[in-house]
């Protein structure tokens, strides 16, 4: 669920930007590298964020009159790191809330907090952690695309049970009942999210070996230039 336009108050609404905006700052900066120093990553970089743009605009009804959609964001995340996917997350998001009514321009901040940056973030942690506990490659795949899906979720509810405390049992309480509402249809979409990203890795790694190559992704993110790279 992206939270839609005007439903944060505007504290919480302003807080979540600021708080997301050295992230997308920083990640203009590491897309703005690496189209300069790999100008064969733009088609790559596209379908990414294209990727990203049509998981993330299939709103399917949830529980409550709420719904749930998948992120696409563990596929870029393993591709080009998390601060590359902040920039295009925010940028998947803002077309999103211009073109779409999906989300919204005052709670643009909080929507690229969970889904651009903390399910990236996650997302390529699990990646990084099951590789280098020797685990396939496809089976990384999946926990990051798995990971960076319910992340996103975890984040929305606390970000919605903050706002919107629960009268009797406080942000817990809230925290609770958000969780619990998000969990019946997002936990089989996480699933789902997890298979899809695995089938289009392995059509990647038959059409583009080289560019997986290059990105570190075959060779596993236990490399050095992956490693310095996402230091950065």
């Avoid at 695309?145 to 509810?157: G, H, Q, R």
């Avoid at 990203?197 to 080289?210: A, F, I, P």
């Amino acid at each position: 669920m992206h939270i839609a336009e005007g439903y944060l108050p505007p504290v919480h609404a302003a807080a979540w930007g600021v708080a997301s905006a050295p992230f997308v700052v920083h990640g203009v900066r590491a897309l703005t590298r690496e189209v300069r120093s790999n100008p064969e990553s733009t088609l790559l970089l596209g379908a990414a964020g294209a990727f990203t743009f049509v998981l993330s605009a299939l709103k399917l009804p949830s529980v409550t009159g709420s719904c749930s959609h998948p992120t696409g964001t563990g596929l870029g995340a393993i591709l080009f790191r998390p601060p590359i996917m902040a920039v295009l997350g925010t940028i998947t998001l803002l077309f999103q809330a211009l073109l779409l009514a999906h989300g919204g321009l005052t709670t643009l901040g909080a929507n690229v907090f969970s889904m651009a940056i903390v399910g990236p973030w996650a997302g390529f942690g699990a990646f990084v952690l099951l590789r280098r506990f020797g685990a396939p490659l496809m089976v990384a795949v999946f926990f990051g695309a798995f990971v960076a899906d319910l992340s996103t979720y975890c984040v929305t509810s606390v970000q919605l049970a903050l706002a919107f405390p629960d009268p009797g049992s406080g942000i817990p309480g809230a925290l609770a009942k958000f969780g619990g509402i998000f969990a019946v249809t997002q936990i089989p979409l996480a699933v789902s999210e997890g298979l899809l990203t695995v089938l289009v890795m392995r059509l990647l790694t038959q059409s583009s070996k080289g560019d997986l190559i290059r990105l570190g992704v075959l060779a596993g993110r236990t490399s050095e230039r992956r490693e310095e790279a996402t230091a950065r």
